[in-house]
Antibody
Framework: QVQLQESGPGLVRPSETLSLTCSVS????????WSWIRQPPGKGLEWIGF???????NYNPSLRSRPTISPDISKNHFSLRLTSVTAADTAFYYC????????????WGQGILVTVSS | NFVLTQPHSVSESPGKTVTISCTRS????????VQWFQQRPGSSPTTVIH?????PSGVPDRFSGSIDSSSNSASLTISGLKTEDEADYYC??????????FGGGTKLTVL
């Protein structure tokens, strides 16, 4: 059973960079697409971007080049960096696996709350 | 880009049937796969329908998906409602650049 676990700081200061890691167990990141999705408290879901295990990426254009998603094959994890954060970036951040066979996000982490505040 | 519009909330009694709509603003609803996610309070979302009407293993057949070209919308129908179905439901599709688009979510109350 594939399991995903997000980790990183729960508090980030405005204008700084948010950095999160998603550790994958029970399976390899090889051969799959991986994604980050966020959800402000009490609000809806917002897709941040996709990453293929080779490192190719596709991002939500509304986030204006701020996110970077990258793999670390040796550690079987992948990461999210989001630059120049503001209070609007306060959210639960979920890492997910995307199944091209099912065309859906088939595995999700439990989510991590990141608050942007000074 | 297009928007997926869902009702903010729906409510129905246990044992009844409820349908949640997801209307695409521009472009054909059938041109890109539609998925439906269930998110119970305090939990991560899970897929209940993928590729318009496919059910993942483990999802009961009380959940069904469909699309209607005339209204340019997708629908999630839950029959034989149970209290455990009370959750937020999100539809999701893609644009022509494979960007993921979510609907705003619908809160289902089973009362």
């Amino acid at each position: 059973q594939v399991q995903l676990q997000e980790s990183g700081p729960g508090l980030v200061r405005p204008s700084e960079t948010l950095s999160l890691t998603c550790s994958v167990s029970g399976g390899s990141i090889n051969g799959y697409y991986w994604s980050w999705i966020r959800q402000p408290p009490g609000k809806g879901l917002e897709w941040i971007g996709f990453m293929y295990y080779t490192g190719s990426t596709n991002y939500n254009p509304s986030l204006r080049s701020r996110p970077t998603i990258s793999p670390d094959i040796s550690k079987n994890h992948f990461s999210l960096r989001l630059t120049s954060v503001t209070a609007a970036d306060t959210a639960f951040y979920y890492c997910t696996r995307y199944s091209t066979a099912l065309h859906t996000f088939d595995y999700w982490g439990q989510g991590i709350l990141v608050t942007v505040s000074s | 880009n297009f928007v997926l519009t869902q009702p903010h909330s729906v409510s129905e009694s246990p044992g009844k049937t409820v349908t949640i709509s997801c209307t695409r603003s521009t472009g054909s609803i059938g041109s890109n796969h539609v998925q439906w996610f269930q998110q119970r309070p305090g939990s991560s979302p899970t897929t209940v329908i993928h590729e318009f009407y496919q059910r993942p293993s483990g999802v009961p057949d009380r959940f069904s998906g469909s699309i209607d070209s005339s209204s340019n919308s997708a629908s999630l129908t839950i029959s034989g409602l149970k209290t455990e179905d009370e959750a937020d439901y999100y539809c999701q599709s893609y644009d022509s650049n494979n960007h993921v688009i979510f609907g705003g979510g619908t809160k289902l109350t089973v009362l």
